[in-house]
């Protein structure tokens, strides 16, 4: 892992760019730039493509389930870091490991959101899920919801069930 990261710094130094974004410096030089968010400072390279990431997953606050830091959010969010953090072989976009690690509409969304350096290209069409009390469609990549015995149930009805 050390190698890893002092392979980066001299890239960094040596201005050696991957896929991510490169901007003019003072100098004339290409510097990387984050691939998700364009910043150019405190950046590393992903283990699973090669892009410039911000190395900020450091900051993270445990169960915070905040998506603040570009590192965690590709790794945990996009299919290409996934991919690799489950160790399948191949491309991300040919695995059908990855296919059938999910319910199609997170496939979708793992593969689609912003968290991807390339997007899922023809993605699977799916049916939206439902919440099992009130029948109101639930995107389950952006909003809270519980899966239990019964299905899935959206967040107004768990606050209902539950007091809040």
Known sequence: MAKRALRQVIEIDQGKTSKSKTTKGRRGGNVPRCGLCGKTENLTKTDCCGNWICDDEDNYVMFSFAHTSCNRNHRRYALCGIHDMED??????????????????????????????????????????????????????????????????????????FGR
């Open 88 to 161: 399948h072989v191949g491309r991300w976009q040919d695995c059908q490991e990855c296919r059938e690690l999910y319910k199609t509409e997170m496939y979708v969304y793992f593969g689609t959101n912003e968290y991807n350096f390339e997007k899922l290209a023809n993605p699977p069409k799916y049916e939206p899920t439902h919440c099992n009390s009130c029948n109101r469609v639930i995107r389950l990549g952006y909003e809270g919801y519980s899966m239990g015995p019964e299905g899935y149930s959206c967040q107004k009805c768990m606050n209902k069930k």
